[in-house]
């Protein structure tokens, strides 16, 4: 009887504990997993460094978008700050900005891209062609029907999505 009572309150304190992790960890729904921090490219046969396609940074340095963030000393003399996990902009990357070369055809609430904590939108980028429905209608495009959705909310609720023409 005391071993059955000892073995059922293990079992649910397991299980309990297992709940409660799941909860503590954030639950993010980020396209690729993240690598570890990298300190810089390597040199290739004595030349300049070759930029990564994908790495940490203090900043966001321009022609990349960010898809992730976390908080960190690295970049910044005193407390922490914000390190972006940056990459050049592509099709079906979901990232934390939309740059102007791409539009983006849906959007997800997510803590990937806090840098100050709380969530943020992510945005699937897309480049723009004739028969996309898309969130915004780019430079160089038209849109010939349009459709309310839930897919291109940034703060909730309907927004319009447009299907591109170029012309």
């Known amino acids: 009887m005391i071993r059955s009572t000892l073995r059922s309150l293990l079992l649910g304190g397991g299980g309990a504990a297992v709940m409660l ?4 960890v954030p639950a993010t729904a980020s396209a690729t997993p993240l690598p570890a921090p990298l300190t810089g490219a390597p040199a290739v046969n004595g030349t300049a460094p070759v930029a990564a396609a994908a790495f940490w940074s203090c900043t966001v340095p321009p022609g990349y978008v960010y898809t992730s ?8 003399g005193s407390g922490f700050s914000t390190y972006y996990y940056v990459q050049p902009p592509a099709d079906g990357l979901w990232a934390c900005t939309a740059p102007s070369q791409f539009t983006y055809s849906s959007t997800q609430s997510t803590l990937d891209c806090s840098t100050g904590g709380g ?4 945005y699937l980028l897309k480049t ?3 028969g996309l429905w898309a969130c915004t209608v780019p430079s160089g495009f038209t849109y010939t029907s349009t459709q309310s959705t839930l897919d291109c909310s940034t703060s909730g609720g309907f927004r319009t999505k447009y299907l591109l023409r170029a012309f």
């Open 119 to 122: 969530f943020r939108t992510k």
């Open 128 to 130: 723009p062609v004739t």
């Open 21 to 24: 992790a799941a909860a503590l």
């Open 69 to 76: 963030t976390q908080s960190t000393l690295n970049c910044s």
